[in-house]
Nanobody, 115 residues
Framework: VQLQASGGGLVQAGGSLRLTCAAS???????????LGWYRQAPGKERELVAD???????NYGDSVKGRFTISRDNAKKRVYLQMNSLKPEDTAVYYC???????WGQGTQVTVSS
């Protein structure tokens, strides 16, 4: 599975961004059963879970993003999304998508939130 993340950028605090992760080199029967996740890594910090979503749509969020971020997936398009609202400067990081079954990672997309 090859994952391509996009949608990052520079935004002011309080703003919104939507990240997209598109899977390729896979077929739906392989992609769809997998749990998909978004992680982030800020400079000097360890990579942390932002959110993940199972094949049935059950979601799990990191404490710092609960109520502000929403993860979703479109199995037909083999994509996973992360809607980020009420962004804070501490959300600044490189965001990565992950497919758990194959432990595949996307290349990362930079999100920068200015105060």
């Amino acid at each position: 599975v090859q994952l391509q993340a996009s949608g990052g950028g520079l935004v002011q605090a309080g703003g919104s961004l939507r990240l997209t992760c598109a899977a390729s080199r896979t077929i739906s029967s392989v992609f769809n059963p997998n749990t998909l996740g978004w992680y982030r890594q800020a400079p000097g910090k360890e990579r942390e879970l932002v959110a993940d979503i199972t094949s049935s749509g059950s979601t799990n969020y990191g404490d710092s993003v609960k109520g502000r971020f929403t993860i979703s997936r479109d199995n037909a398009k083999k994509r996973v999304y992360l809607q980020m609202n009420s962004l804070k400067p501490e959300d600044t990081a490189v965001y990565y998508c992950r497919s758990y079954g194959s432990n595949s990672w996307g290349q990362g997309t930079q999100v920068t939130v200015s105060s």
